[in-house]
């Protein structure tokens, strides 16, 4: 569960970033992040998951505060960012082992899962070559099979079908569901309305700091009165 | 022509873009115009104190000209150290070389450029070490104003032939690039070779010349500037400059200028000439070439066995560090290499018996086993490790990924000790590797190298700590090129100032305990730098969350 308590952000004095933006996302939920670019969705992401200072307010992940017990929160989630290119000398069963160091994943399970996580994304094969060797598309999925090797109670990921191919972005959309179902987390932000429509519980849609809805699709065609497509509802939203 | 002279722009501005940058910001510019004034007071105050000591003593055995010699085989030799590191970066690993490859430029045009602007790299820093110790000399000496022009025209000369041949070496090596389908590994095995390949020509060019006997020697320094005919002979270009230099009669100056500038003009034809036919080739291998990827089912168990995080952090920072040649060039190398080719050139030198006979009872007379004489073994390890670039580049190198510190759930003050291991590990070996020579040369006693081994780790964990903090400060994560970070990065010249400082905390020390017994001042220095280390780790365990706060 991750609950996002009244934060706000500013990078130039007096110009908040993110404007006093409260959320709530409950276990079992798939939960889509959407705005237009600038918006803060990215800004949004990295306060959760600690890489920005929040300025004012709170994040819990798991009852955890990414302030005050950063290590403790940071144990109970899992993270895709939007640019998959690191560690790139490494090779990916190398990123993978250490990913394993990092998050204490126990000798006998390792295998197990990084087996599963890279057959399903069919990177098995490739996992004794440098990373600087994939394509885009291989390492994002290398970069998800880090994050998910854990088993995270909750999934964040920022922009994550980019670069996929259409069957692990298929695999990938199962595997939230899956990872939603047992009763967990997915957190994420996408451009991509029909993925957000078809897979996604519920939205948040952030438009210049702050969060102008949040709720289901069915709720927002009820408050706007309307049986648009969700292109023309999202631009309506975002456009006032 | 023109085209040349835009491409040359173009490939400056790029390479200098970190300090134009920022130069709109005032306060920032006149910090790094400071900063780099000091530095430059310092150096050249260093050269000419060093200069003047030598001169006067040349001067009063009438041996004054081997000083011009010694300062144009310098001068030789740092084009030289200077090109194997810059070389191989220029003209392959620069990321801009796949923007200019589809415009309309002919081939020459771009090696042209490429290389004008490696000759004006190499200028910045030769100015410095030649043309301030031959003013000293030319001031010293009382010689008119023919011998200034002599002496810059030398200083432009000299860097021209080297840059060609470590160029030309490059290119060959590189060549090979297409026929390899593992191109990061051709890279970095081309890198290291390379590397030996030029270690080995300095070497064997010190041998050259053989053992000058005792008698032959004593009449040469008999005569006046007899001395000089010992160091000629091992590049003809530098002889002829050498002979341009210590002349009195214009005629011989000139006959020996069109010498060396004949030479110069046929190189850099056949320089073109070959660069043209091979240089494309290999670039193109190697920006083409593609990963090579073995498809290999089977991984081993061990691969997935785990180890303690430490080892596995460590493990992955060497991995990053030696599997990329330009970090592996800019940042693990120097630091081995430069006393490595000290200890090569001084084996040589030294091999004969006889010298190495004089040189024992020489220093068998002497006094070594003294505070001064440990606190100057400091300083020459300190002028060594200030060339690790590891910890200083610790956070930049990771480039926009360097975020991946801040949400992993491990405490950001064990990620810098993690990322600074490598570091201190590399300045063990750098201080291992100079303490064996100090003993070969000077035998001191085991108890000696051990407390000088020490405390030079002493000085290395905090050399790393400080380094890890500034870069923390200022780093430079927007890069597109390793070679941003690894050699164009105002931050390198933080090593350089701490080994300044440390040196001068070192003259102080000799001057305060002139005749404290070695072991009791080596003592006081450890415990010194141990006080200063703990203050500074306390502050980076106190601070380790503000200091991160510019990765985002």
């Not at chain 2, 030319?138 to 002496?151: P, R």
Request: hydrophobic residues 50%.
């Amino acid at each position: 569960m991750i609950e996002i308590k009244n934060i706000s952000k500013s990078y130039v004095k007096n110009k908040k970033s993110i404007d006093n933006l409260s959320l709530e996302v409950k276990n079992g939920e798939i939960f889509g992040f959407l705005g237009p670019n600038g918006a803060g969705k990215t800004t949004t992401i990295r306060m959760i998951t600690g890489i920005l200072n929040i300025d004012e307010g709170d994040i819990l992940i798991d009852g955890k505060s990414i302030k005050k017990d950063p290590i403790e929160a940071k144990k109970n989630f899992g993270f895709v960012p939007d640019n998959p290119d690191m560690f790139l000398k490494l090779k990916g069963i190398e990123y993978l082992t250490f990913m394993a160091d990092v998050y204490d994943v126990p000798q006998n399970k390792r295998r197990e899962k990084i087996e599963e996580l890279t057959k399903k994304f069919e990177i098995y094969n490739e996992l004794n070559n440098e990373i600087q060797s994939y394509s885009h598309g291989m390492r994002q999925k290398i970069v998800i099979c880090g994050a998910l090797l854990s088993e995270p109670k909750n999934w964040i990921l920022d922009e994550p079908m980019t670069g996929l191919d259409p069957k692990s972005s298929f695999d990938l959309k199962e595997m939230m569901r899956e990872h939603a179902k047992s009763g967990k987390t997915v957190f994420f932000s996408t451009h991509i309305l029909e993925v957000a429509e078809k897979l996604c519980d519920r939205v948040g849609i952030i438009n210049k700091g702050k969060l102008v809805f949040v709720g289901t699709f069915d709720e927002m065609k009820q408050k706007f009165k309307e049986e648009a497509s969700l292109e023309k509802l999202f631009l309506e939203i975002t456009e006032k | 022509m023109n085209k040349v002279l835009e491409l040359t722009k173009i490939f400056l501005k790029t390479s200098f873009s970190s300090m134009n940058a920022k130069m709109g910001v005032s306060t920032k510019f006149r910090g790094k115009f400071v900063l780099y004034g000091l530095l430059f007071v310092y150096f050249a105050g260093l050269i000419i104190f060093l200069s003047y000591n030598l001169l006067e003593g040349l001067i009063a055995i009438n041996q004054e000209a081997i000083f011009i010699a010694m300062v144009l085989f310098m001068i030789f030799g740092f084009a030289i150290f200077q090109s194997i590191f810059s070389s191989i970066n220029i003209l392959y690993f620069t990321k801009d070389t796949e923007y200019i490859l589809p415009l309309p430029l002919k081939p020459y045009q771009i090696i042209l450029a490429r290389t004008i602007v490696m000759l004006i790299a190499e200028y910045a820093l030769i100015f410095l070490v030649g043309l301030i110790p031959l003013t000293t000399y030319g001031i010293l000496t009382g010689v008119g104003i023919a011998f200034y022009i002599k002496m810059i025209l030398a200083v432009i000369l000299i860097p021209i032939l080297p840059v060609l041949l470590i160029n030309i070496i490059v290119m060959i090596i590189m060549s090979f690039a297409k026929l390899t389908k593992n191109r990061n590994r051709f890279q970095l095995i081309a890198s290291l070779l390379v590397l030996v390949i030029i270690i080995a020509l300095s070497v064997s060019m010190n041998g050259i010349k053989g053992d000058v006997s005792n008698e032959e020697m004593a009449q040469m320094i008999v005569q006046a500037n007899g001395m000089l005919e010992m160091v000629k002979g091992y590049f003809p270009t530098v002889d002829f400059l050498i002979n341009a230099l210590t002349t009195n009669l214009v005629n011989v100056a000139i006959f020996e200028f069109l010498k060396t500038i004949l030479i110069t003009i046929v190189a850099f034809a056949v320089y073109m000439l070959i660069a043209q036919k091979i240089y494309f080739k290999g670039l193109v291998g190697n920006l083409f070439g593609g990963g090579y990827r073995k498809s290999n089912k089977e991984i081993k168990q061990k691969e997935f066995s785990n180890s303690k995080l430490y080892k596995s952090y460590i493990g992955k920072e060497f991995k990053c560090l030696y599997r990329n040649p330009v970090f592996l060039m800019q940042c693990l190398l120097p630091a081995i290499l430069i006393p490595i080719v000290i200890v090569a050139i001084t084996y040589t030198s030294l091999n004969s018996k006889e010298t190495m006979g004089e040189l024992t009872q020489m220093l068998g007379q002497m006094q070594v086993n003294t505070f001064t004489v440990a606190c100057i073994i400091l300083g020459i390890i300190q002028f060594f490790t200030m060339f690790i670039y590891i910890s200083i580049t610790a956070i930049s190198r990771d480039g926009e990924n360097a975020v991946f510190i801040k949400y992993i759930p491990v405490s950001l003050y064990k990620q810098y000790m993690y990322k600074i291991a490598p570091n201190i590990i590399m300045n063990v070996i750098t201080t291992l590797i100079s303490l064996g020579l100090a003993k070969y040369i000077l035998n001191l006693p085991i108890i000696t190298l051990i407390l000088l081994l020490i405390v030079s780790t002493i000085m290395g964990i905090l050399q790393s700590i400080l380094m890890i903090i500034i870069d923390l400060k200022r780093p430079k994560l927007n890069w597109d090129s390793e070679y941003a970070v690894a050699k164009q990065n105002f931050n390198l010249i933080f090593p350089m100032i701490l080994s300044m400082i440390n040196i001068i905390i070192l003259v102080g020390m000799v001057i305060l305990l002139k005749d404290i017994n070695i072991y009791v001042g080596l003592l006081i220095l450890g415990l010194l730098f141990t006080i200063i280390t703990i203050v500074v780790n306390k502050y980076m365990k106190k601070n380790q969350y503000e200091l991160a706060q510019k990765i985002i």
